[in-house]
């Protein structure tokens, strides 16, 4: 109830302050013997529809292992392998890329390039990396600024392909920090974009790839004492010196509990 006050900018006295003075809330009568048999059929039916939609995570829905959009989707032929339509492309690049290269410089580049798409082909990624291209295309194509980050932003072949627009060779950035042989792991290509038209790369993306294919993640987010604390002082309306306080004891007894071996009602005593 607190965490839903805090995240509604709400504090639990505001929404005491709502509730009408008829309301009195569920009744708590118990059920009578009639009714039971009704409640029983009720809890029945929902434990056998429960049962029925049980799904394992790895066999139902395919969690930990690596789906990817068939080539057809990326308008590439059945016949044609996507690791060749990855290095077409990148090499088509290599000039407009690098224009100030000297023989030397571009013979550097061409080794780092096939040493990438040697892992990338390894691994079994090709179409990984054109999906995220022809996302990245459909994002510019719309205006909206766009950006790679984190590791991703060492791979010659993201900045090859228009994904990164960080030259690794200039700024001595290492692939395997990204994507290795050695991990053998769908790595993340992390993208930025304009927060206040990303609706608008959801809509475009959803109607390129198809809502089977594309869907939103969430993250979860765990409490822990400090974080717990700071959010139910909110949502009392606490002022934030006496919630800085409740951490402080908090964190303080929960030291004390883990490393003393005695338990809390002791400590408290203490």
């Known amino acids: 109830m607190a965490s839903l006050a805090h995240m509604a900018g709400d504090t639990l006295p505001d929404l005491r ?13 118990m059920p009578s013997s009639k009714n039971h048999a009704v409640l029983s059929d009720a809890l029945r039916s929902t434990v056998a529809l429960a049962t029925e939609c049980v799904l394992d995570p790895t066999l139902d829905l395919g969690i930990g292992s690596v789906h990817l959009p068939e080539q057809t989707v990326l308008e590439i032929e059945p016949h044609v392998d996507p690791h060749t339509v990855l290095t077409e492309r990148c090499r088509a690049t290599v000039g407009d890329a690098c224009p100030d290269a000297t023989a030397t410089e571009r013979e550097a580049v061409e080794r780092r390039l096939q040493d990438e798409l040697d892992v990338i082909a390894g691994l079994g990624f090709p179409t990984y990396f054109l999906t995220v291209a022809t996302v990245v295309d459909l994002i510019k194509d719309l205006g909206i600024r766009v950006a790679a980050r984190g590791s991703g932003a060492g791979s010659l072949v993201n900045y090859l392909l228009g994904v990164s627009g960080v030259d690794p ?3 001595g950035l290492l692939m395997e920090r990204f994507c290795s042989p050695l991990r053998a792991q769908l790595p993340d290509i992390d993208i930025d974009v304009e927060s206040a038209r990303r609706t608008e790369i959801y809509e475009k993306v959803l109607a390129r790839f198809g ?11 765990s409490y822990r004492v400090r974080h717990a604390i700071r959010d139910v002082g909110a949502a009392l309306g606490m002022p934030p010196s006496e919630v800085d306080v409740g951490e402080e004891l908090a964190a303080a007894k929960v030291f004390s509990i883990s490393g003393s071996g005695l338990p809390p009602s002791s400590i408290a005593r203490k």
């Not at 302050?17 to 009568?29: F, I, T, V």
């Not at 809502?211 to 987010?221: A, F, L, N, Q």
């Open 17 to 29: 302050q709502e509730r009408r003075p008829d309301d009195r809330g569920p009744s708590r009568k």
């Open 169 to 171: 060779m200039r700024y």
């Open 211 to 221: 809502g089977e294919r594309v869907t939103c993640v969430s993250m979860m987010d």
